[in-house]
């Protein structure tokens, strides 16, 4: 064992991080993201190393929106571990319309809700 956290599971953190941070911004009394007409699917995800997360560490996960498109958006997720940045990502959604999975313009409530 090498006593840091397998690299698949940092996509599955920041996976979590942003779902966490829409459900928050976007839909705070619960509806799903439907009720806005949106939704969004992964096109491309980046990822860049500082250092390893050790097993048992907590990090922290911050999430900001670093490009708006027309239909397209990406997120930057920060990780660190007591202030010490241990990672970064960089990953374009799509926005899509919610059960046709076809791109979509963002709408305008979600890209205010999100800043």
């Known amino acids: 064992m090498q006593r ?3 690299n698949a ?3 599955a ?3 979590d991080a942003v779902d966490t941070w829409f459900r928050r911004a976007l839909t705070p009394d ?3 993201w439907d009720s806005l007409g949106f939704d969004f699917m992964l096109k491309t995800l980046t990822i860049t190393w500082a250092s390893p997360l050790l097993f048992g560490e ?3 996960l911050a999430c900001s929106v670093g ?3 027309t239909t397209s958006f990406d997120v930057l997720v920060e ?5 010490e940045p241990r990672f970064s990502t960089r990953i374009t959604y799509v926005s899509v319309i919610p059960t046709l999975n076809r791109p979509t313009p ?3 409530i979600v890209r205010e809700l999100l800043g």
Not at 79 to 83: E, H, N, Q, R
């Open 58 to 60: 907590t990090a922290d």
């Open 67 to 69: 490009r708006w498109g």
């Open 79 to 83: 990780g660190a571990v007591d202030g």
């Open 13 to 15: 953190y920041c996976d």
């Open 4 to 6: 840091v956290v397998f």
């Open 9 to 11: 599971n940092y996509l």
């Open 106 to 108: 963002i709408p305008s």
């Open 30 to 32: 619960g509806a799903a």
